[in-house]
């Protein structure tokens, strides 16, 4: 079974540009979570989609970033503008509705906003 | 009180150690508590997991300890290995509706061959 596929591994920008990530989760996973890890810290939820709907987004800081799932599938994740605070590991991770409640996690996108 | 308290903040042990992880929380509705294993430029793993209703699960070296009453649960890792080293993240979620976890600020542990 493919895990959780995330791209680009590595990403330089400077302040004020934007970015954009991808994830595709484990097939069949109605569950898609993004998550922000800053070096040092745990990971700290920013969207949780069911299927193509948001479940929440109550830490998302949404003058800047957006998600959208929108054949309930893969989904992206922007900022825009960046900010330096900004640089961290993006995780996205996928889950089962309704069955184990495991989150599988993809290695992440490193960004480092300079 | 959505938080969870993580410590200790690192740990170094030597190889065949027992090093012990503790993790507590405030929000009573949280009922799923997994440890997740990170190794460095991986995602989370997840290690072992437990529910409110039992005290303690084993899954091979490692252990979930886990006391209601005082809301604190605790990984030990038995036999401790090199390959062991990681950092360690504890997290809490509630079972009903969709899952939401909330993690712990990690543990980053180096077993010492």
């Known amino acids: 079974e493919a895990g959780v596929a995330q791209s680009p591994r590595y990403k330089i920008i400077e302040k004020r540009q934007s970015v954009a990530f991808w994830c595709n989760p484990i097939?069949?996973?109605?569950?898609l979570y993004w998550y922000q890890q800053i070096l040092g810290q745990g990971p700290k939820l920013l969207i949780q989609?069911?299927?193509?709907?948001?479940?929440?987004d109550s830490q998302l800081p949404k003058d800047r970033f957006s998600a959208e799932r929108l054949k309930g599938v893969d989904s992206t994740l922007k900022i825009q503008p960046a900010k330096l605070e900004d640089s961290a590991v993006y995780l996205c991770?996928?889950?089962?509705?309704?069955?184990?409640?495991?989150?599988?996690f993809g290695q992440g996108t490193r960004l480092t906003v300079v | 009180q959505q938080q969870v308290k993580q410590s200790p903040q690192s740990l170094i042990v030597q190889k065949g150690g027992i090093p012990i992880i503790n993790c507590a929380y405030e929000?009573?509705?949280?009922?799923?508590f997994p440890w997740y294993q990170q190794f460095p430029g991986k995602g989370p793993a997840l290690l072992i997991a437990?529910?409110?209703?039992?005290s303690e699960k084993k899954e091979g070296r490692f252990t979930i300890s886990f006391n209601k009453s005082a809301k604190q649960f605790s990984l030990h890792i038995m036999d401790s290995q090199p390959g062991d080293s990681a950092t360690y993240f504890c997290?809490?979620?509630?079972?009903?509706?969709?899952?939401?976890?909330?993690f712990g600020t990690g543990t980053r542990l180096k077993v010492l061959a």
């Open positions: 989609f069911q299927n193509n709907g948001v479940v929440d």
């Open positions: 929000n009573t509705a949280f009922d799923y």
């Open positions: 997290a809490a979620s509630t079972l009903s509706g969709t899952y939401k976890y909330i």
């Open positions: 437990i529910r409110p209703d039992v």
């Open positions: 991770a996928s889950g089962v509705l309704g069955g184990s409640p495991e989150a599988f």
């Open positions: 097939s069949g996973h109605a569950t």
